[in-house]
């Protein structure tokens, strides 16, 4: 169905609300690429990402990171930038049916993205399937939106934007995020050096 999605794909389709945005992290947040030494793991995130999740943020969605693969790195990242994780999840759908209950939101409130077969059964059942460009053919085929970039490289960014246009929401949400008093910053402030 998204194979060959464009910017405007399922303009019409509005949504009441979106109350969740799902994750998926090897293929979607990250470039599905995996670095093993044998005692630790690597993964390379988008800046441009992170700075998504938080517009996701500004505009009330509760955000979650769900990896079938246990991660230190995507628990870290998910740390950093306040959303919510659960890793080496066997059964996402199962899993979603479970933290969906507790946090009183429905299916068809639900934005998930994923990239691969292991998210194929919880994609069927939210009401916002999104996939990045190099997902598997099956994946994109279930997406009502399929971004113009590749995992890893600011796919989850094109989707948020495109979610939050479907909601009619976009310029409020921006304007919530660039006029939030803390500003955006990932940690805490950190300063250093010689003074000149």
Partial sequence: MGRGATRTRGCGD????????????????????LFL?????????????GVAIKLAQAGGWRVLFLSAR????????????????ATGVGNKDLFLETWLTEARIAWSDVAFM?????????MRRVGWPVAPKDAANDVRDVARYVTQVNGGQGAVRD?????????????E??????????????GR???????A
Avoid: C, N, Y
Wanted: glycine share 14%.
């Fill in 37 to 49: 030494d044998g005692a630790s793991e690597m993964k390379r995130f988008s800046a441009r990402d």
């Fill in 189 to 195: 402030e950190d300063r250093g050096g010689a003074p």
């Fill in 173 to 186: 949400v921006m304007r919530t995020f660039m006029e939030r008093p803390g500003g955006f910053s990932v």
């Fill in 114 to 122: 994923g990239d691969d077969l292991p998210d194929l059964k919880s």
């Fill in 159 to 171: 989707a948020v934007e495109w979610l939050l246009d479907q909601e009619g929401r976009r310029a």
């Fill in 70 to 85: 246990e991660s230190p790195a995507a628990r870290q990242r998910a740390q950093e930038l306040g959303a919510e994780w």
């Fill in 14 to 33: 509005k949504t009441g609300v979106i109350r969740a945005l799902v994750l998926d992290v090897d293929g979607v947040l990250t470039d599905g690429g």
